[in-house]
């Protein structure tokens, strides 16, 4: 019962194209391949989930109306299931008021508008067969392509895959900061006076405590030989290569084993994985173009270069449990082609994982991207560990899914910028050189 994940953004007819393209080929491929007996194997099953990506912070009740045009799409698509996103997501976790709208928003789609009650209604259309048959033609291409290369697998491990989707995301965000691609709001149309949207608050560092305590009490009831015995087991599967990985996970956690000891149990054998950190380069500058904004960042770059004798450094970082990494590698991206030394951290890293690279590495910055709501537990933690490592004078900065009313609190906790979604990359590269550039200057007078 396989099933496929689709996120749908805001080109209407390419996304509707673009189901009906992936059904078409996944029917072709299994009957190609594996010539199935049951017929309903040639049925491609696939949920869908509206773009986390086209949320803005700036004037964030359009969200409402992208959101509408998204799940439109994904139904006209044929989705089997689907998740509308709120519109307060760029700012922070959603309300029960923002995810109530979310879930209405679909509710209505399904019981007002009709819509669902006709099977693959754009079927015939000239516009939607041609830009299906060109969408089911270029992805066959990519998949022959890998397929050559030995396999998704293989791919995965060399990152191609993740290379592909960053350079697309990076000349995106390119179009949108040069002003070529209109997001209203954020580049056009944008209102004088933003309004205050209620946000929810989460105290990150009470859940953390209270979950602490959770795992601490199961770990006190359960029966420790048993749970230690499917740990043990798991650790000789993974070394033996004899046995079920997966039904021996089912048994430890029926042993209330937490997550974190069924991995250990099984790094202790297989170690633990890093993906791949290459990083797409010029295709930020290249969609951009040759602007005065964009030049007049890299010239200022080459001033620093000139009078400091090194590039501005930067450590891009991601802690926690957030592994949304897409918006920390176009970062990455368009500072490295503006002409900023860009170091970029693993994923899921501790706060003293990262010190310790920043400081390894001699960063002027570090650039957490935070996505998760883990801000104000991890940012305090990273500065302590920069303290404590003896490099206060590392600037920490912040972007992402940030509330506004949190930022005072990261400014009073050592934090010098933070930069919200819709946040321009050639502007944010020269405030970040001038923190920079104050800081230096300030650690000279003290000297």
Request: aromatic share 6%; glycine share 8%; charged share 25%.
């Amino acid at each position: 019962r396989l099933s496929f994940f689709w996120g749908i953004g805001m080109n209407f007819y390419m996304e509707i194209a673009k189901l009906r393209a992936g059904r078409r080929l996944w029917a072709h491929l299994i009957e190609k391949m594996f010539k199935p007996k049951d017929p309903k194997s040639l049925l491609l099953r696939a949920h869908c989930q509206t773009s986390g990506w086209s949320l803005t912070e700036q004037d964030p009740f359009n969200n409402v109306i992208r959101t509408t045009i998204e799940a439109m799409a994904a139904v006209f698509g044929g989705t089997q299931s689907l998740h509308t996103n709120s519109f307060d997501e760029a700012l922070g976790l959603p309300t029960v008021k923002s995810a109530r709208i979310a879930r209405n928003t679909q509710i209505i789609i399904q019981e007002e508008s009709g819509i669902p009650k006709v099977a693959d209604p754009w079927g015939g259309s000239y516009l939607m067969e041609c830009l299906t048959n060109d969408v089911y033609e270029a992805a066959l291409k990519l998949v022959e392509e890998i397929e050559e290369m030995g396999g998704m697998a293989k791919a995965v491990a060399e990152g191609i895959p993740k290379l592909r989707i960053e350079e697309c995301a990076a000349r995106r965000q390119a179009r949108i900061d040069s002003g070529s691609e209109v997001i209203v709001g954020v580049n056009k149309h944008q209102l004088e006076k933003e309004e205050t949207v209620e946000v929810l608050a989460i105290d990150n560092t009470s859940v953390r405590s209270k979950q602490i305590e959770k795992i601490n009490k199961v770990k006190a009831s359960r029966d420790q030989a048993a749970a230690q015995q499917c740990l043990a087991a798991l650790t000789q599967c993974a070394a033996t290569g004899e046995g079920n990985l997966l039904a021996l996970a089912v048994e430890a956690a029926r042993s209330r084993c937490t997550v974190g000891e069924i991995t250990d149990a099984m790094k202790k054998v297989f170690g633990e994985h890093k993906a791949s950190d290459r990083m797409v380069s010029g295709a930020y500058r290249q969609e951009f173009g040759e602007s005065d904004e964009i030049l007049h960042a890299i010239n200022s770059v080459n001033k620093f270069m000139d009078r400091e004798g090194r590039r501005p450094r930067i450590l891009v970082a991601k802690m926690g449990q957030d592994g949304h990494d897409r918006g920390a590698k176009v970062i990455a991206t368009g500072f490295a082609d503006i002409g900023f030394d860009v170091d970029i951290g693993p994923l899921f890293q501790t706060p003293r994982e990262v010190a310790q690279q920043a400081v390894d590495a001699d960063v002027h910055c570090v650039g957490v991207s935070t996505l998760a709501a883990g801000h104000k537990t991890l940012v305090p933690e990273l500065i302590k560990e920069l303290n404590a490592l003896g490099r206060p004078d590392i600037l920490v900065i912040c972007g992402g899914v940030i509330p506004p009313q949190d930022y005072d609190f990261l400014y009073e906790a050592g934090v010098t910028n933070v930069f919200g979604p819709g946040t321009r990359i050639p502007k944010a590269a020269v405030q970040v050189l001038d923190d920079i550039e104050k800081c230096l200057e300030k650690r000279q007078q003290s000297m």
